[in-house]
């Protein structure tokens, strides 16, 4: 899974860098485009192999199958965190441009290739263990980047208790909404996560601040 989200990080990048000049918040559109088509491969690959119940489970985000035994692969995303602070720094000079990050003496592609790295270790991690979280890293990253600015260092806290209390408040209300039953996490986030990148778009960072 770590392997396929890297790949799929890398088509991106190549794929953003053909957009150099556009709309920044076509970058997000066109990841959103690419992850539907992945998933359309995804589910076809499925139906032929006879496993489409259990990626239809996957897409269904959901804590039920976080259980003792399987859990335990998600300490693997607090080391991932422990590097994404360690490479801070430099990760937000990467996020700079390469001109810029290598005129300040920055390995540029290297930190990158490490970035990258880091989070499909993370996403195949927890897609295996949890099931696809929409909007999750791209809400709260943008809300904490349009109050703190772009400094990773200084948002990467924030971003870890602001996703984590969003992810356990969908959890709650997923339980509560037609209780005794439950609904998908991955339900609740795709309604909170769209309503704020509606915001972003409509109003842009500016914006929503106001």
Partial sequence: ASAAALVGSLLFMALVRR??????????????????????????????????????????GSFAGATRGRYELLWLTAAVTMAVAALARRLTIAGLGRDTATALGLRHGQTVAAGLALVAVATGVTTV?????????????????????????????????????????????????????????????????????LAFLIGGKHGLRR
């Fill in 19 to 60: 957009l150099r000049g556009t709309d920044p918040f076509t970058v997000p559109i066109v990841g959103i485009m690419l992850g539907a088509v992945v998933g359309a491969a995804t589910t076809f690959l499925a139906v032929q192999t006879d496993r489409l119940q259990m990626v239809t489970t996957w897409f269904m």
């Fill in 129 to 197: 263990v949890v099931g696809f979280l929409p909007f999750l890293g791209l809400a709260v990253p943008n809300l904490v980047s349009a109050a703190l600015g772009d400094d990773l260092r200084r948002a990467l806290p924030w971003v870890a208790w602001g996703g984590s209390a969003l992810l356990l408040t969908a959890d709650i209300l997923g339980r509560l909404v037609i209780a005794p039953f439950e609904v998908p996490v991955s339900l609740i986030l795709a309604v909170v996560g769209a309503a704020v990148f």
